[in-house]
């Protein structure tokens, strides 16, 4: 009996031992290649005439557990898939280290010490939430080391303070007045609700739609929820039966589903319109709208091949990702051109992420950044919802 | 005034989830003085095990079976889930610790969260997972009393509540099996002088509140849609306040809990603001304990001097 029960426990600790490994909040190393923690470059000794082989380490700070779990797997998947393409074309040994930040700004805080502190660390892809961006700016400004964020959209966050910070999608700024103008231009809104969800993304997504739709004459109500919240049917009951319109703010897709779902059962004619934050799957209602910083890159030729192989190695994805597979790369190229001119490090890179140039990008255009760290030229894109639930572009 | 109906009809219905929450929370205080930490998670078991069912049975818009049956089949698999799981984790987690100070199995207890919410995620992935009752119920029938609606999956959490509610105390009260539990719950020791098996009592007691989260978790299912392994931690977190608010170890407390703190949020985002719920939930949940420490139906325990 207590051999068996040795062993139930015996078995009990080992799968959560195994079970806790991928929620961790400290960093860890996971090789998406052959070397794990190559030196920056090395160039073989023996053959002096050959081209460097050049590697070196990327953090890739994503909330891998938590609430928004379903966003930073999905990006660090994107990550993986950059560098394994990267590293197949260019024979180099790039490698990820993991940084899970729960989308939390004192646990990004805290990653970023150990991030700083890891000297093979060249680069860093995310963190993906703006109040993360903010509170890892001055260590990382501090240390010369390059950020690239694919989904913090504050647009405060490229004001001056953060100097080796750079962001591949546009800002709220671009976002809120688009969506605010097809609002009342095309839908024709005359009374809209703003869902607010208290993050920082959810605030600064919610300000700027709404001063849009004031400019533009179209009657609005901002109503505030917690992040945490896990029913939207109270919401729902104060939205009035002469509202057009109910812009979500969410950065989980299931939760305008929800909203969606409720007005539909409690027979109100407002449709949802969806932030980037929804563009998703699970944002399915017919007749609802989303907004995304690009065209659905299934539909994009020059993405199709990463989309397809990204699919069938991870499943179905929303629109975290995508972005997160450009950051990628532009620090891949930041850091092989540094390593070209014989500057492979964190400042050689920084230097190179300034000149990034990405031609025909998967978001569906150039990614170049400007002297603030903004993408240049970004814009946002409307999709309707057909019947089916798939997105059909709209503007 | 129909608005205000609206609000408690939607306060009524989430504190139904909390209320079956609660339950279990309450049996396992109630029989063995100890907080189960990790109801929560297995109330997300439950959600999975009833998503993955109906997944099974060719998912919401292509069920291979009447809906009706497939709904009473995911209620079955995440019950009998549910319990099987509990029963494994007073096992291997809490048996081991009942002589044991009380704060061991109460680390344990939370230990038991973590590894739940880890394998979830490990076993389950990251993604939401999503009921879609909408395309196998008609979210918009159901009763409609001017702009007052209950839809059915509405009907089927209240009333589910009250029918699960009932059906515990008449075990606790009028079977064996209750007596059992009631007499491990006033002094284990005597108990066994009287020829009660404690420990399968006990597991009893585990599987019964176990299959309860289980069933919760697909109410809250059917009744949200998104599903997630983090979803257990605020939910379990609300019931187990339901249940010190209703008088944690009465059946009835924690159901009059659960509809409390339910009506208490969904009125306080009708008419104040959403983001003030929970801090006046959980200051009407201070003041109460203030008052009546042992939770409004809660009785006084009785020491032996």
């Known amino acids: ?395 | 005034m129909e608005y205000f109906g609206e609000q408690l009809v939607n306060g009524v219905v989430m504190g139904g989830v909390y209320a079956l929450i609660a339950l279990g929370y309450t049996l396992i205080y109630g029989v063995l003085q100890f907080l189960n930490l990790a109801h929560g998670e297995l109330y997300m078991m439950g959600a999975f095990f009833g998503f993955f069912t109906m997944t099974a049975l060719g998912g919401p818009s292509a069920s291979a079976v009447p809906v009706a049956v497939m709904i009473g089949i995911m209620f079955i698999v995440a019950m009998g889930g549910g319990a099987l799981l509990g029963v494994a984790v007073e096992r291997f987690a809490y048996r081991p610790l009942r002589n044991s100070s009380r704060l061991a199995p109460l680390i344990s207890a939370l230990g038991v969260s973590l590894f739940l919410q880890n394998a979830a995620l490990l076993l389950f992935g990251a993604r939401v997972r999503l009921y879609d009752t909408g395309q196998f119920i008609d979210l918009r029938s159901g009763i409609s009393i001017g702009r007052i609606r209950i839809d059915p999956t509405e009907m089927m959490v209240v009333i589910g509540a009250l029918l699960l509610m009932a059906g515990l105390w008449l075990m606790v009260n009028r079977t064996r099996l209750g007596r059992a539990m009631r007499a491990v719950a006033v002094d284990q020791d005597a108990a066994v002088m009287n020829g009660i098996d404690v420990d399968r009592t006990v597991v009893w007691t585990f599987a019964i509140a176990s299959g309860l989260a289980g069933a919760a978790g697909v109410m809250s299912g059917l009744l949200l849609y998104p599903v997630d392994q983090y979803m257990g931690v605020f939910a379990g977190l609300k019931g187990f306040s339901a249940a010190v608010l209703g008088g944690i170890g009465s059946i009835p407390g924690a159901m009059l809990g659960g509809f409390l703190l339910g009506i208490t949020e969904a009125l306080v985002t009708g008419y104040l603001n959403p983001t003030y719920a929970d801090f006046i939930a959980f200051l009407i949940l201070i003041l109460v304990l203030l008052i009546r420490p042992r939770g409004i139906l809660g009785r006084p325990a009785i020491a032996k001097v």
Do not use: H, W
């Not at chain 1, 390059?146 to 490229?158: I, Y």
């Not at chain 1, 209602?285 to 397809?308: E, H, N």
């Not at chain 1, 001119?341 to 998967?362: C, H, M, W, Y």
């Open chain 1, 1 to 395: 009996m207590k051999k068996r029960l040795a062993l139930g426990m015996g078995g009990l600790a080992a799968f959560a031992m195994v079970a806790s490994g991928c929620a961790g909040g400290s960093t860890s190393t996971e090789s998406s290649a052959a070397a794990a923690s190559a030196p920056a470059a090395s160039a073989a000794a023996s053959a002096p005439a050959e081209a460097p082989v050049c590697g070196g380490s990327i953090a890739v700070m994503a909330p891998l557990t938590g609430g928004a779990a379903s966003i930073g797997q999905e990006q660090l998947n994107f990550a993986k898939l950059a560098v394994d393409d990267f590293n197949a074309a260019n024979s180099s040994t790039y490698a990820l280290v993991e940084s899970d930040t729960q989308l939390d700004a004192g646990q990004a805080s805290t990653q970023s010490t150990s991030i700083v502190s890891d000297s093979a660390i060249i680069g860093v892809v995310g963190p993906a939430g703006s109040q993360e961006v903010s509170a890892v700016g001055p260590a990382f400004s501090e240390a010369g080391l390059g950020f690239v964020s694919a989904s913090a959209t504050n647009p405060d966050l490229t004001n001056g303070d953060n100097p080796t910070f750079f962001r591949v999608v546009p800002t709220d700024a671009v976002q809120g007045p688009t969506d605010a103008e097809f609002i009342a231009g095309t839908i024709g809104a005359k009374k809209v609700v703003v869902i607010e969800e208290k993050t920082d993304y959810g605030t600064g997504i919610a300000k700027s739609v709404a001063d849009a739709l004031t400019a533009a004459g179209v009657a609005n109500e901002v109503i505030a929820v917690p992040e945490d919240k896990k029913s939207y049917d109270d919401v729902v009951s104060k939205v009035g039966d002469d509202v057009d319109v109910v812009f979500v703010t969410f950065q989980v897709a299931a939760k305008s589903e929800q909203v969606a779902q409720s007005l539909v059962k409690s027979g109100k004619k407002a449709v949802v319109f969806g932030s980037d934050g929804s563009f998703s799957g699970d944002f399915k209602t017919g007749g609802s709208y989303v907004s995304a910083f690009a065209p659905d890159i299934k539909g994009i030729p020059a993405a199709a091949d990463v989309a397809q192989r990204f699919s069938d190695a991870y499943g179905e994805f929303g629109t975290f990702g995508p972005p997160v597979y450009v950051a990628t790369q532009s620090i891949l190229q930041a850091a092989q051109r540094a390593c070209a001119a014989g500057a492979s490090d964190r400042a050689g890179v920084l230097a190179e992420l300034k000149n990034t140039n990405i031609a025909g990008s998967i978001l569906g255009g150039d990614i170049a950044f400007d002297a603030m760290g903004d993408v240049n030229g970004a814009k946002f894109y409307i999709f309707k919802l057909d019947e089916s639930g798939a997105p059909q572009l709209v503007q």
